[in-house]
């Protein structure tokens, strides 16, 4: 058995080439071994799993957990939000993680999600009726980021002269820059004070049907809430429902547009939507990392010894393109069997807005495909640029003409 590898000094591979080309990157870590020690971009050890059947078993073993305090002393550098906005599911276990979802999940059921449909197709013919009078437009800033913002704002609760750029503040939390600590925290501070202003103002009127209203009488009159899990629960809402919807439809779009067969198939009705989006999150999927994990026991995995309290990045960009698991795994195609992709996770911790994500997506994308016919990029794709981000996969702009 061999020692924990945190008694070594390892290099870190995140490194700029990782971050300009991704999945060249993680199919070059798959060959060299299920399992990598590293360092992270803050420099905290590390160890990155990379194979498809190493992170699908990873993500509901439970011997990792995500609750910070497992962390050993030098695990939990840099390890999660600070305080006023870690109380939130991704940082727990049952049985808080039960009970912090079962208090949201029913804004999420099937049922739920298919009620918003008319929502959502109302929020994109309102933005699509914008670029009439163009003849070209970035689809981030003019559908995608709109979309996910006025969709989780109007699930939440928030109302229209209150809501905010939300872009800038997710990008600075995601940036790998060197300055990336203080634009993060003062990107957190916003908007901790934003949630806790809209929180008091909630609480000052009349609560209402919204997800935000529920909390908070969950929280006021039945006291299955703490205050700094209500604050931190509100946040991990619009943070994930808003950065992962806008890049799942941007990077649907960008796969359509450099895949015109694909496109032919949409657009004629001989490939479903359901299939594009499904291969679009193997594919491309928004998120590069699920959340980080800490063993709560010495364990043996992939040939090494990961200590109590060593923190686990699982890689589910490099997973969903594992050539183990998947047939022609680095190209896009639409007529694979079964989804097996693991961009929403998997088990206990399965994102719980994955099918308002797919909901968003395949709306804004048939309508703009209807209104638009003769739409495509207005530049190469290799041209575009992707967001400085080892977390999420997203580009910072879909230029295109029509």
Not at 61 to 83: F, I, Q, V
Not at 104 to 109: D, I
Not at 295 to 312: L, S, Y
Request: hydrophobic share 45%.
């Amino acid at each position: 058995m061999k020692a924990s590898g945190h008694q070594l000094s390892e290099p870190s591979l995140f490194t700029p080439a990782l971050l300009k080309d991704p999945h060249a990157g993680y199919a070059g870590l798959r060959a060299r071994g299920p399992i990598q020690r590293s360092t992270t971009p803050d420099g905290a050890p590390v160890w990155l799993v990379t194979r498809y059947e190493d992170v699908r078993a990873l993500l509901s073993d439970p011997r990792l957990s995500l609750n910070k305090e497992t962390a050993s002393a030098a695990g939990e550098h840099g390890a999660s939000m600070p305080p006023e906005l870690d109380a939130h599911m991704l940082n727990t276990d049952p049985p808080d993680h039960t009970r912090l979802r079962r208090l949201v999940s029913k804004a999420f059921t099937p049922r739920s999600i298919d009620g918003l449909r008319p929502m959502v197709e109302r929020h994109v013919q309102n933005l699509l009726a914008q670029l009439e009078e163009h003849e070209s437009a970035d689809l981030l800033q003019a559908v995608a980021a709109p979309l996910a913002l006025s969709v989780i704002c109007d699930v939440l609760g928030i109302d229209e002269g209150d809501r905010h750029d939300f872009r800038l503040w997710t990008n600075a939390l995601r940036s790998p820059a060197p300055d990336a600590a203080l634009t993060s925290r003062r990107a957190l501070k916003q908007m901790y004070a934003f949630l806790l202003e809209l929180i008091s103002q909630k609480r000052a009127g009349t609560l209402g049907v919204d997800l935000l209203s529920q909390m908070i009488a969950a929280r006021d009159e039945q006291d299955r809430l703490t205050e700094a899990e209500l604050v931190a629960m509100a946040f991990l809402l619009l943070f994930a429902g808003y950065d992962n919807a806008a890049n799942l439809v941007c990077n649907a779009l960008l796969a359509l547009f450099t895949h015109p067969e694909v496109l032919q198939g949409l657009r004629d009705g001989s490939v479903p939507m359901d299939q594009v989006l499904e291969e679009t999150l193997r594919w491309q999927g928004p998120s590069m990392l699920a959340s980080r994990r800490f063993a709560r026991e010495d364990m043996e995995f992939g040939g090494q010894v990961i200590a109590a309290g060593d923190r686990v990045w699982l890689s589910l960009a490099s997973a969903n393109r594992d050539e183990r698991h998947f047939a022609a795994a680095q190209e896009f195609r639409v007529d694979r069997h079964g989804s097996g992709h693991l961009s929403f996770g998997y088990g206990l911790h399965y994102c719980l807005g994955a099918a308002l994500a797919r909901l968003e997506a395949n709306v804004a994308i048939e309508a703009l495909l209807g209104r638009f016919p003769r739409i495509g990029l207005a530049r190469p794709a290799e041209a575009l640029e992707w967001t400085d981000s080892y977390r999420s996969r997203g580009l910072v702009e879909l230029p295109v003409t029509w």
